[in-house]
Nanobody
Framework: QVQLVESGGGLVQAGGSLRLSCAAS????????MAWFRQAPGKEREFVAA????????RYADSVKGRFTISRDNAKNTIYLQMNSLEPEDTAVYYC?????????????????????WGQGTQVTVSS
């Protein structure tokens, strides 16, 4: 059974950086489109970034464009989220999700209901 495990969260000052990782078990990782979502206290989970199966296509929420970068290493069954210039508003639990029904190597979705497998989340706290 495929599992996703996030890591790399923590406490950082505003303006700092963190890199999140999401490691997947199983041999079919390269066939999944992947994404990061986040959920702040009292708010709904929201889209952050997504990457296609091949890694050649990415999408970002407007709030993180230019600050966050999503990438993947299919040889390591891992995706990453490099977060720079962090702001207190970025404080949330960050989840990685897998879209396991993707047929196209370039397809990527920003819709939460397209992702059917989730990790347990990692806390990111940005202090002002």
């Amino acid at each position: 059974q495929v599992q996703l495990v996030e890591s790399g969260g923590g406490l950082v000052q505003a303006g700092g950086s963190l890199r999140l990782s999401c490691a997947a078990s199983g041999r079919t990782f390269s066939s999944y489109a992947m994404a990061w979502f986040r959920q702040a206290p009292g708010k709904e989970r929201e889209f952050v970034a997504a990457i296609s199966r091949s890694g050649g296509n990415t999408r970002y929420a407007d709030s993180v464009k230019g600050r966050f970068t999503i990438s993947r290493d299919n040889a390591k069954n891992t995706i990453y989220l490099q977060m720079n210039s962090l702001e207190p508003e970025d404080t949330a639990v960050y989840y990685c999700g897998a879209d396991r029904s993707v047929a196209s190597v370039s397809w990527v979705s920003v819709r939460e209901n397209e992702y059917d497998l989730w990790g347990q989340g990692t806390q990111v706290t940005v202090s002002s």
